[in-house]
């Protein structure tokens, strides 16, 4: 039978979930729950990279190893705060799915519309499959009005400047073909949050295929978050940046 599947082109594949973390014991035993709720036929693994969280988050993330199995969930953590982006080549090492996705631990995305994902990049046979706020079909839940012009602002001015062919760049839910993202990451310079527009814009750039799921950000439930004023002012650095050399 299975035999049969794969003549289909009904491969089955497997995927690795990256979830990076930072104070996150609040959310990272629900967010995990979750994926296993939608993901109940799919072949996965979910690979947590925690930056030395103060808070118990690797002490949780353990306890979900002795639930799950530690082949199904994978702490690997590192001595401090290190970056989104060096996050993300870290876990990447580690990952041994067909295709990685990369969500964040905070409940902002949500693991249900991972079935969307994957069901868009089996019928488009997609490189990329990015989640928006911004077409049909999806939205922003939670935020105040200042934080929604901001962020549709900076995603106007973006578009405006680099032409990314998508219509959320600083979104940071999305699914990659495994090498794909391989060659991606390794021609990023980008650190923080900087590093999810520049990903997108490098694809772009290097003719892969892309295409969109709609998705409602929901602003985090616990915790607090770790955008500020810095964060701005890096994405206005990186934006000029990537205008210069994309």
Same mark, same amino acid.
């Given at each position: 039978?299975?035999?049969?599947?794969?003549?289909?082109?009904?491969?089955?594949?497997?995927?690795?979930?990256?979830?990076?973390?930072?104070?996150?014991?609040?959310?990272?035993?629900?967010?995990?729950?979750?994926?296993?709720?939608?993901?109940?036929?799919?072949?996965?693994?979910?690979?947590?990279?925690?930056?030395?969280?103060?808070?118990?988050?690797?002490?949780?993330?353990?306890?979900?190893?002795?639930?799950?199995?530690?082949?199904?969930?994978?702490?690997?953590?590192?001595?401090?705060?290190?970056?989104?982006?060096?996050?993300?080549?870290?876990?990447?090492?580690?990952?041994?799915?067909?295709?990685?996705?990369?969500?964040?631990?905070?409940?902002?995305?949500?693991?249900?519309?991972?079935?969307?994902? &994957?069901?868009?990049?089996?019928? =488009?046979?997609?490189?990329? @499959?990015? $989640? *928006?706020?911004?077409?049909? +079909?999806?939205?922003?839940?939670?935020?105040?009005?200042?934080?929604?012009?901001?962020?549709?602002?900076?995603?106007?001015?973006?578009?405006?400047?680099?032409?990314?062919?998508?219509?959320?760049?600083?979104?940071?839910?999305?699914?990659?073909?495994?090498?794909?993202?391989?060659?991606?990451?390794?021609?990023?310079?980008?650190?923080?949050?900087?590093?999810?527009?520049?990903?997108?814009?490098?694809?772009?750039?290097?003719?892969?295929? &892309?295409?969109?799921?709609?998705? =409602?950000?929901?602003?985090? @439930?616990? $915790? *607090?978050?770790?955008?500020? +004023?810095?964060?701005?002012?890096?994405?206005?650095?990186?934006?000029?940046?990537?205008?210069?050399?994309?």
């Amino acid at each position: 039978m299975a035999d049969e599947k794969e003549t289909k082109g009904e491969k089955k594949y497997k995927y690795s979930i990256l979830i990076p973390t930072y104070n996150e014991r609040l959310n990272i035993a629900i967010i995990v729950y979750l994926v296993f709720k939608h993901l109940r036929d799919v072949d996965f693994e979910i690979i947590v990279v925690d930056d030395g969280s103060p808070d118990g988050t690797q002490e949780i993330v353990k306890q979900l190893q002795q639930l799950y199995g530690e082949d199904r969930i994978l702490l690997r953590a590192r001595a401090k705060k290190l970056g989104l982006g060096t996050a993300y080549i870290h876990g990447l090492k580690h990952a041994s799915g067909d295709f990685v996705v990369i969500m964040d631990a905070d409940l902002s995305h949500h693991p249900k519309y991972l079935p969307s994902f &994957i069901k868009k990049q089996l019928e =488009t046979n997609a490189s990329i @499959v990015t $989640g *928006t706020r911004y077409v049909k +079909g999806g939205g922003v839940h939670g935020w105040n009005l200042m934080r929604k012009l901001t962020s549709r602002g900076a995603n106007v001015l973006a578009q405006t400047l680099l032409w990314p062919g998508v219509s959320d760049l600083t979104g940071s839910f999305r699914l990659y073909k495994k090498s794909v993202l391989e060659d991606v990451i390794s021609s990023c310079v980008s650190k923080g949050y900087v590093f999810q527009m520049e990903m997108i814009v490098r694809a772009t750039r290097k003719g892969y295929h &892309i295409e969109e799921v709609p998705i =409602t950000f929901v602003d985090r @439930v616990f $915790g *607090t978050s770790k955008l500020g +004023g810095s964060e701005i002012v890096e994405y206005l650095k990186g934006l000029v940046y990537l205008l210069l050399t994309t």
